[in-house]
């Protein structure tokens, strides 16, 4: 099977059914090879999970080494969030190609991102026709209110998690999305790590996995 993205797979140990699916988004300038080192302590925990780590579908203006799912060379609100729309229309071009090999459903699935993934995580969430299993994000933020209570048409519940020294994505910006979700009914738990900058600590990937765990009832 050839994905509509470039993606780095971990696949379980051999003869184990794959039962459910963890897709990671990297953030601006990363890739699916960066963001797939979380996939280092939490496939033990997920036997029968594959992981699926893509790379963005454009190469970054910043990093050329790296991708973004959309630009930030221009600050406009409204260019970021026309750019962001386009990633969304790959990422479930994607999601669906995951769907089919694998034989998955979207209760099958977490989406799962750090910075800008997180931000395309929960515009993917929460405007499928079906929930996923859940969303785990970290530092970052709701892209577009205005747009997406407009375009919400799911509830998937969501883990969120943010360093209080975050000066890339402020952590304010946490506390505007848990506002945000609890007016819109959705399930969401949220977690501060204390003296954490714009990166993804021990401690938030030890959390994010017990999230995860206890969704798929392993």
């Given at each position: 099977m050839t994905f509509c993205l470039t993606t780095t797979i971990i696949k379980p140990e051999k003869n184990i059914a794959i039962k459910c699916a963890i897709i990671l988004l990297h953030g601006y300038g990363g890739d699916g090879?960066?963001?797939?080192?979380?996939?280092?302590?939490?496939?033990?925990?997920?036997?029968?999970?594959?992981?699926?780590?893509?790379?963005?579908?454009?190469?970054?203006e910043i990093n050329p080494v790296g991708y973004q799912w959309f630009d930030l060379t221009r600050d406009d609100p409204e260019y970021i969030l026309a750019q962001s729309k386009k990633a969304e229309i790959k990422l479930k071009q994607f999601i669906e190609e995951v769907k089919n090999e694998y034989d998955l459903k979207n209760s099958q699935i977490c989406l799962s991102g750090f910075s800008q993934g997180c931000m395309m995580s929960i515009n993917l969430g929460l405007t499928s026709s079906k929930n996923y299993n859940c969303i785990v994000g970290f530092s970052g933020k709701i892209i577009n209110q205005e747009d997406l209570i407009k375009r919400k048409i799911s509830s998937t519940k969501?883990?969120?998690?943010?360093?209080?020294?975050?000066?890339?994505?402020?952590?304010?910006?946490?506390?505007?999305?848990?506002?945000?979700?609890?007016?819109?009914d959705i399930e969401i738990v949220t977690k501060i790590i204390k003296n954490c900058g714009h990166h993804i600590p021990v401690e938030a990937s030890s959390a994010a996995l017990d999230y995860i765990k206890n969704n798929f009832q392993i």
């Open positions: 090879k960066d963001i797939s080192m979380l996939t280092l302590n939490w496939k033990r925990f997920l036997p029968n999970a594959v992981f699926l780590c893509p790379n963005g579908h454009e190469k970054c969501m883990l969120l998690l943010h360093g209080d020294k975050d000066e890339v994505v402020p952590p304010t910006f946490l506390l505007e999305a848990k506002d945000f979700l609890i007016r819109n």
